[in-house]
């Protein structure tokens, strides 16, 4: 379902107590109205969007029934994956470019049209189904432009303190001969707002998945990791009943 005038979409048949897909940086959509004073070929990069995830969630949700709740608006205008008190909830600079449309934005404004309705519309949809597993969706980029470091992760469980489905998962990402990531390239401790607040506030067990961006860019690698996803969310999910 397209929700028109909305800072989400969402698509597939949501099921009471199945698997159901949340992908905070879905988009890199500009909502009119909005200048952020940057070139337009950066809303390509990672700083925009999380590269792939559209195309991931969208085929999990139309041939693996894991519906999803997809952000539409870049994180460039509202990070939606950030607390609304968050430094960074409007960031003015991100992996060393100047946002300068941000600077002096009118916060309030932009969480009120974007942060309020995405996560009112999350909790609602979440307490109605009440699902079995919350796949958290996200993808990283392979190098920063503002570090020198390495991230050889070919995919990665962040978690906070609920690790109960990460560590089914990364045992069974394991299995398959990936280089998997445990809190890595960054924390769960530290960056997990979205499911400390609709899946750990409410002992909801969840994967937070990030896959390398490199990885997933064209239709065809997104299908591929769609179904690895797909598979061991539901092996995950099963475990979770043991």
Not at 40 to 61: F, K, N, S, W
Not at 132 to 154: D, V, Y
Not at 222 to 235: E, F, T
């Amino acid at each position: 379902m397209i929700l028109e005038h909305l800072p989400y979409r969402q698509i597939g048949e949501f099921q009471r107590g199945g698997i159901v897909c949340v992908a905070d940086h879905a988009s890199n959509h500009v909502p009119e109205g909005v200048d952020l004073g940057i070139a337009p070929d950066l809303l390509d990069l990672h700083i925009a969007v999380d590269i792939g995830v559209e195309g991931i969630a969208d085929r999990m949700a139309r041939r693996f029934n894991i519906p999803a709740h997809l952000g539409t608006v870049s994180r460039l205008v509202c990070d939606l994956h950030r607390e609304e008190d968050h430094s960074h909830l409007v960031p003015t600079t991100s992996d060393g470019h100047l946002i300068p449309g941000n600077i002096g934005a009118d916060i309030e404004r932009r969480i009120e049209a974007h942060h309020k309705p995405y996560h009112d519309a999350l909790e609602t949809l979440l307490d109605q189904i009440q699902p079995q597993l919350i796949l958290s969706l996200h993808s990283f980029t392979p190098k920063l432009r503002s570090r020198e470091e390495a991230r050889p992760w070919e995919v990665a469980l962040l978690y906070n303190e609920d690790d109960r489905a990460a560590r089914h998962a990364i045992r069974f990402f394991d299995e398959m001969g990936m280089v998997v990531g445990e809190n890595e390239p960054y924390s769960g401790s530290e960056l997990n707002a979205t499911m400390n607040r609709h899946a750990e506030a409410h002992g909801r067990p969840y994967l937070f998945i990030e896959v390398r961006q490199d990885l997933i860019m064209t239709r065809a690698e997104q299908s591929r990791w769609a179904a690895v996803i797909a598979d061991v969310a539901g092996r995950v999910s099963e475990a979770l009943k043991a």
